[in-house]
């Protein structure tokens, strides 16, 4: 299997940035002991402070590109790993082209092995006791419904006096309604209420982000009171806003979408101790975009199986719901290869990007962001402060405290260019940037 | 915002004051007054109309949320027709391999980045570029760090000098126009020079002067009397390219400036002009105070076993006029110096060195040691020749200066002012007339330092040797010195010797637990520096 990753890829899978600086100065011929490959795996001893050499490994034949090294390092992958990768991708030659020692030969094997019984085990999988289960949802679903109910009171109480001193309420105020509806088993609610906190401190026009944030709430509440009238997708969007989510085994079993999946761009938040990872992808035949997710608690690393820049032929399954974002990566069908620009799809305009965004919004009021793919973009700096513009001179600002531009204006050199980013329905993240090759 | 004008922005803003209308009830509050919701005529008041005005805290929320998610979805974004900036046209210059541009995120990481000038310049010697991605960094370490932006200008490809154009912060990498089109349109050159930045309007000028120097001083006079001192002091200094007598009455008026370092600068270049009236008061003044006492023989001095005397008497005062040309009244606090000597050092190094060549019709080698026997003032007297040479860029005295063999605190200046291979040779023999191993004390050790090239074969494995030798010795106080400073040598050793570095080095030896690590360091260092030249020799 051809190896395609390029530098920025590997080293977008470092989980931190020392451990990227160690990795690429691993990226050294005279840093190993041994280097090897054939068409299933790469391998490599890396001489480190002990007496042994770490054993390295990178299994490339299964699509999600499984790594084991043999060091004590808990933050994965290594710098050995990385450096391992890196390596490859610039001095392919460094590697002798050999049959696998034994250590890489048995653990391919192991692998091969747990592949096999994990499936095995899925088809075995059943629902434990679904009556039990069945019983817990609905206590929960009561649960909830009372906590809503308290907060409906909440806020009436709130609209009755007026918001006209929320500057100066305590930030108490509004994390006391939060914590109870953590308390509801409503986590969904909670976070929109400690969004809620932060808006009166927000500079101008918070009297107006205010409301907006309210009504969106109050929509919420409504909206789960009568969820049994409401048309399927609906319900499950109300459902994930509250924090009713779906667990990934029950999708799985659902149908997916295949396709040619172009990985467009990355970001990761950090909220108090949880990361969350947000992954765009566009569908290259079914042009439509799809979002996937990874949590990490703690120092917990982050799944790493999509790259920037990349694509791969796989069944995506959507989460249920009026705008289907979200997915998960059911089945692979091929191996990771580098993103071909020539090929993306894409909104010709920031005002058919728009009215994608106006209708999608229209069906699900409480989305927080949608995928913009531009086509024909500048990256315009003014008033120090980025905003990209297209071929009408429409523009869409970019976050106060976005500083990427610069390195993708040296990426497009004035071109227009593709643009990927999140939209929030006020700013546009840039995420990533193309420029197709015929411009330059 | 811009919308067009249409029906539809029409209610567009009738909808704004509806918003705007609910946001003030909101803040208010439903209590003190009942909640109204005007209707005006269009399909988002008929939800509207359906809210039931008996709970006014449901129906102010229902309507917050309508209103809000209509306002959003409707939103047409700012047109903008400012043109964009022109492309950055198609890069020649082929990028560095894949692998050097590892190399280099690993010293922007700060990992070996001491390495960078010389990766910077190996670049340039390809006629290669780094890749886009890493331009950001590059023209970001510029900024920061001045003395880098001469090794990475050559190196920023078309994309990099382009991107320079679009940010402030950067001018420094924008490409100068030669001094030919700079003297083409007088129009363009005079508006460059209202509206650039000090370091483009010094390289401005540095780059004009080549051309012609009167068009330079011209434009500096333009402007003169409304600059800040700083940028007089940069400005002044670019009249070191093409100096000549037509520069001395501008300098000859500079030595009346407000700035300090105008005045230095100033006094300075018109100590290189051996006809100005600067040096004609210079000579006055050492002429009574420094005596040639030839030995009474009537063979040419450089025969005559008799030596030579100069016999020194120091200035008395250092007056208002001495000031003016430039004279330090105080000596600096890391000077062993009396005042006295300091003024008569200072006239001296101001003083065109062919003065005392021709004055006293003898070479200078014979002078140097003809002031060697002056045991108080011969150090004075070299000194002052030393800043002399330096300042003027005397071949002949420096080479003289450096054989006299005796080592000064100003040799190291000197040596900048040889050639490489003279730099080398020099060194060499000093480290071989020298046989006891490198340590700080040695002389050799701080011209090591001072010698800033690649070191040859010959000489990097003089050093190895001499460093084999001093490790596999007790270490004394003076090593740590050394010690530090093996990072240094090792990007100067030649990499190619890497593999004949990296052994023969004392490892069982008791005293070498004291050096392992910085040895290690050393050759990791030179490891990575054959690493990266090698991605060039490709």
Redesign the interface.
């Given at each position: 299997m051809p190896f395609s990753l390029t530098?920025?890829q590997i080293l977008a899978m470092a989980p931190d940035a020392p451990s990227?600086?160690a990795g690429?100065?691993l990226?050294?011929?005279?840093k190993w002991v041994t280097l090897g490959a054939n068409d299933q795996a790469l391998w490599g001893e890396c001489q480190g402070s002990g007496k042994a050499p770490y054993q390295v490994q990178v299994d490339l034949a299964t699509g999600d590109l499984a790594y084991r090294c043999s060091c004590p390092s808990r933050k994965q992958p290594c710098k050995h790993i990385l450096g391992l990768l890196?390596l490859r991708?610039?001095?392919a030659d460094a590697f002798a082209t050999t049959t696998p020692p034994d250590w890489v030969a048995d653990w391919l094997a192991k692998r091969a092995q747990a592949a096999q019984k994990r499936s095995e085990q899925h088809e075995q999988r059943q629902v434990s006791d679904p009556t039990a289960q069945a019983k817990r949802a609905i206590a929960r679903e009561a649960k909830i419904r009372a906590g809503l109910q308290e907060l409906e009171q909440w806020?009436?109480d709130l609209?009755?006096?007026?918001?006209?001193d929320a500057q100066s309420r305590p930030a108490a105020f509004w994390f006391a309604p939060a914590s109870r509806m953590i308390d509801a088993q409503a986590p969904g609610v909670a976070r929109l209420l400690r969004e809620l906190a932060g808006i009166p401190n927000s500079g101008p026009g918070w009297?107006?982000r205010l409301?907006?944030h309210?009504?969106?709430l109050?929509?919420l509440i409504?909206g789960f009171k009568r969820l049994e009238t409401l048309p399927p997708a609906t319900q499950a969007d109300i459902r994930t806003a509250i924090g009713l989510t779906i667990r990934e085994d029950d999708l799985r079993d659902e149908p997916g979408i295949r396709d040619h999946w172009l990985v467009l761009g990355q970001r990761v938040e950090t909220e108090d101790t949880l990361t969350v990872q947000r992954t765009w992808l566009w569908g290259q035949t079914s042009n439509r975009p799809a979002l996937v997710l990874s949590f990490a608690a703690g120092n917990q690393p982050l799944d790493r199986s999509l790259l920037p820049d990349t694509s791969l032929e796989a069944d995506l399954v959507f989460y249920p719901g009026a705008v289907p974002l979200r997915a998960l990566v059911k089945t692979r069908h091929s191996p990771v290869t580098t993103l071909d620009p020539s090929v993306l799809p894409g909104m010709p305009t920031?005002?058919a990007a728009?009215a994608t965004?106006?209708a999608a919004?229209?069906a699900q009021?409480w989305l927080e962001r949608y995928p913009f793919l531009l086509r024909g973009i500048?990256m315009?700096?003014?008033d120090r402060s980025w905003?990209v513009?297209d071929a009408?001179?429409?523009?869409?600002a970019c976050p106060p405290h976005f500083a990427a531009g610069?390195?993708l204006?040296?990426?497009s050199?004035?071109?227009p260019s593709v643009v990927a980013g999140e939209w929030d329905?006020t700013w546009l993240l840039p995420l990533n940037l193309w420029t197709l090759e015929e411009?330059? | 915002m811009t919308h067009h004008a249409s029906p539809e922005s029409t209610t567009a803003a009738a909808y704004g004051t509806l918003w705007q209308e609910l946001i003030a009830q909101a803040l208010s509050g439903t209590a003190r007054q009942p909640l109204r919701l005007p209707s005006p005529d269009a399909p988002v008041t008929a939800l509207l109309a359906r809210l039931d005005p008996a709970e006014p805290e449901r129906a102010m929320l229902s309507a917050a949320a309508v209103l809000s998610l209509y306002r959003q979805a409707g939103r047409l974004p700012p047109v903008d027709h400012t043109p964009a900036p022109t492309p950055c046209p198609p890069d020649t210059q082929p990028v560095c391999t894949p692998q050097a541009a590892e190399h280099l995120a690993l010293m922007l990481d700060n990992v070996y980045s001491s390495v960078l000038p010389e990766w910077l310049a190996a670049v340039a010697a390809a006629g290669q570029r780094v890749p886009d991605r890493h331009l950001v960094s590059l023209l970001e370490l510029g900024q920061k760090q001045a003395d880098l932006r001469a090794a990475i200008l050559p190196v920023l490809g078309q994309r990099g000098r382009w991107l320079a154009t679009q940010n402030p912060a950067w001018e420094y990498a924008r490409p100068l126009p030669a001094a030919e089109e700079l003297l083409a349109d007088a129009a363009q050159l005079h508006a460059t020079w209202e509206t650039s930045d000090r370091a483009t309007r010094q390289a401005l000028l540095t780059r004009l002067r080549e051309q012609s120097p009167f068009i330079a001083r011209t434009l500096v006079e333009t402007t003169w009397s409304s600059e800040k001192a700083d940028d007089r002091a940069a400005f002044v200094a670019t009249f070191a390219t093409g100096l000549s007598m037509d520069d001395e009455p501008f300098l000859e008026a500079a030595l009346d400036d407000r700035s300090r370092e105008v005045r230095r600068t100033a006094a300075n270049l018109l100590s290189r002009l051996p006809a100005s009236r600067l040096v004609q008061r210079m000579i006055a003044r050492v002429q009574p105070l420094v005596i040639w006492n030839p030995p009474r023989s009537s063979l040419p001095i450089w025969k005559s076993r008799q030596q030579a005397r100069i016999d020194v008497t120091l200035p008395d005062v250092c007056d208002k006029s001495m000031i003016r040309d430039g004279i330090e009244p105080k000596p600096p606090h890391h000077l062993q110096i009396g005042e006295r000597a300091w003024w008569l050092q200072q006239l001296i190094s101001a003083i065109p060195l062919i003065f005392w060549t021709q004055t006293w019709n003898t070479p200078p080698a014979v002078l140097i040691s003809a002031a060697c026997l002056n045991a108080e003032w011969g150090d004075l007297l070299l000194d002052g020749w030393t800043t002399a040479a330096r300042n003027q860029r005397d071949q002949a005295w420096i080479d003289a200066l450096l054989t006299t063999g005796k080592i000064m605190h100003t040799t190291e200046e000197l040596l900048h002012l040889l050639s490489p291979a003279q730099r080398e040779a020099h060194i060499l023999n000093v480290l071989q007339t020298h046989a006891e191993p490198l340590q700080s004390v040695h002389p050799a050790f701080a011209l090591l330092i001072a010698h800033r090239s690649t070191w040859s074969f010959d000489l990097t494995r003089a050093v190895l040797a001499s460093l084999r030798q001093r490790t596999a010795r007790q270490a004394t106080s003076d090593d740590y010195e050394l010690r530090s400073l093996l990072p240094i040598y090792a990007l100067r050793m030649s990499p190619e010797l890497l593999a004949s570095a990296s052994t023969g080095w004392p490892t069982d030896s008791k005293h070498w637990s004291f050096w392992s690590d910085a040895v290690e360091h050393m050759l990791a260092v030179l490891r990575f520096r054959h690493d990266m030249l090698k991605e060039f020799a490709k």
């Open positions: 530098t920025e990227a600086k690429r100065s990226a050294s011929r005279s890196l991708a610039t001095e806020l009436y609209i009755r006096q007026g918001v006209a009297q107006e409301l907006e309210l009504g969106r109050h929509l409504e920031i005002h728009s965004y106006a919004l229209a009021p500048d315009v700096y003014r905003a513009r009408e001179g429409y523009t869409l610069w390195q204006l040296a990426r050199g004035g071109h329905g411009c330059v | -």
